[in-house]
């Protein structure tokens, strides 16, 4: 339940990367790297902030949310599994961007690569932190798993295009 509730903030997500890649894909066929590097990197800022906007006042009431939804007993073993989980959800659409970069220059293959690789990892994270920590546990190796796939996502975009992102810190 609280990864559902919690995933529904992906969809200002995957709207913004519909918006993205026929104009980056447009300034790829131009040649313009240091235009799409600017309206990835103003796309991050502008997702990012909205995202947290959203979602801190979401975060800080999860319990009282929770429990008017769900109940006292649900609320009170899934409120930090939900807290970290939106930390994941900010941490992916940071990653949306430089994902649609990736996409809009035509390296798919990047993404299905790196993506394999993920899930490896990630089955081992998640058995050792389920085994160990429950409904945290599996929320963390998801929450860990978005943050190296933003990593990751934005150094492929840089990679496609030829270009370092300026504001790897800014953005947060």
């Known amino acids: 339940v609280p990864f559902n509730a919690v995933i529904?903030?992906?969809?200002v997500s995957g709207a913004v990367a519909r918006v993205l890649l026929p104009r980056l894909a447009a300034l790829g066929a131009r040649g313009d790297?240091?235009?799409a590097?600017?309206?990835?990197?103003?796309a991050d800022r502008i997702l990012v902030t909205g995202m947290v906007a959203a979602m801190v006042p979401v975060v800080v009431l999860a319990p009282e949310l929770l429990r008017i939804w769900v109940g006292d007993d649900f609320a009170v073993r899934s409120s930090l599994a939900s807290r970290i989980l939106l930390v994941g959800v900010a941490l992916n659409a940071a990653a949306i961007p430089g994902h649609s970069v990736v996409l809009a220059r035509g390296r798919p293959s990047y993404l299905t690569y790196l993506?394999?690789?993920?899930?490896?990892?990630?089955?081992?994270?998640?058995?050792?932190?389920?085994?160990g920590f429950g409904l945290a546990g599996a929320a963390t190796a998801w929450t860990v798993r978005m943050g190296l796939d933003m990593l990751a996502?934005?150094?492929l975009a840089e990679h496609t295009l030829g270009l370092d992102f300026r504001d790897n810190l800014?953005?947060?």
Do not use: P
């Not at 529904?8 to 969809?11: A, G």
């Not at 690789?117 to 089955?123: D, G, M, N, P, T």
């Open 8 to 11: 529904k903030f992906t969809i």
């Open 33 to 35: 790297a240091a235009a």
């Open 37 to 42: 590097l600017e309206l990835t990197e103003r």
């Open 115 to 131: 993506l394999s690789a993920e899930l490896i990892v990630h089955l081992v994270v998640v058995y050792l932190l389920v085994t």
């Open 153 to 155: 996502q934005r150094k």
């Open 170 to 172: 800014e953005v947060w």
